[in-house]
């Protein structure tokens, strides 16, 4: 079945540093979703991208689709401690699968 | 999130007992899933549904079953619960259209002694 690999498993940086998380799929994926769990908290939606080659920003945050639709990253720019959390990209399947599946996430701690 | 909510959100019970974790929304969302979210495993599927009486498992579904039986309530049930089954469950929420997005409960956080 579908899987979905996200590197690295931990990210510790100081505050300042940038931080990169990737994503890959085994399938072509119809879209890729960004989640980020802030600790003892639940997923929150952070930005869907849909169209191979695409690249969003929110502020700090920039978010890449592969141009193969197969992959993806998340970049942020000079981190700070309200950054620190476990962020997921989650996959849904081409060809109209319902099934969104998870990467096992990235937790990034920030040090002051 | 408002419109979503979980209970309860923590128990602790003992291995061949039978347990329900209830999800409910007022949002009127289609679909509805259960995640469980382990360490070094992240989120895993373990049902969802597609509509009332219309249920479809995940990646791990074995011991779990569930119900819809209105829009509002989505049913996890563990038959007999193992210690395997101890973790953080998550149920998820999204529209039949507009925005392809799930939005989180709290969680509720089960412990299989």
């Known amino acids: 079945g579908q899987q979905v690999m996200q590197i690295p498993q931990y990210q510790h940086v100081q505050e300042g540093e940038d931080f990169t998380t990737y994503c890959n799929s085994s399938?072509?994926?119809?879209?890729i979703q960004w989640y980020k769990q802030r600790p003892g908290g639940h997923p929150v939606f952070l930005i869907q991208?849909?169209?191979?080659?695409e690249v969003k920003k929110q502020k700090r945050l920039t978010f890449q689709f592969g141009e193969a639709k197969k992959n993806s990253s998340l970049h942020i720019t000079a981190t700070q401690t309200t950054d620190v959390g476990t962020y997921f990209c989650?996959?849904?399947?081409?060809?109209?699968?319902?099934?969104?599946?998870f990467g096992k996430g990235t937790k990034l701690t920030v040090n002051p | 999130d408002a419109g979503i909510t979980q209970s309860p959100r923590h128990k602790v019970t003992e291995t061949g007992t039978p347990v329900t974790l209830r999800c409910h929304q007022t949002?009127?969302?289609?679909?509805m899933y259960w995640y469980r979210q382990d360490p070094g495993h992240g989120l895993r599927l373990i049902h969802y549904?597609?509509?009332?009486?219309?249920?479809d498992k995940g990646e791990v579904s074995d011991g779990y079953s569930v119900s819809r039986s209105k829009t509002e309530d989505f049913l996890l049930t563990l038959e007999s619960a193992t210690s395997s089954q101890t973790s953080v469950y998550f149920c998820a929420i999204r529209p039949s259209s507009g925005a392809n997005v799930l939005t989180f409960g709290a969680g509720s956080r089960l412990t299989v002694l």
């Open positions: 399938t072509t994926l119809s879209n």
């Open positions: 949002e009127n969302h289609r679909y």
């Open positions: 549904s597609y509509g009332v009486k219309d249920t």
């Open positions: 989650a996959g849904r399947e081409a060809g109209g699968s319902e099934k969104l599946v």
């Open positions: 991208l849909v169209k191979s080659g």
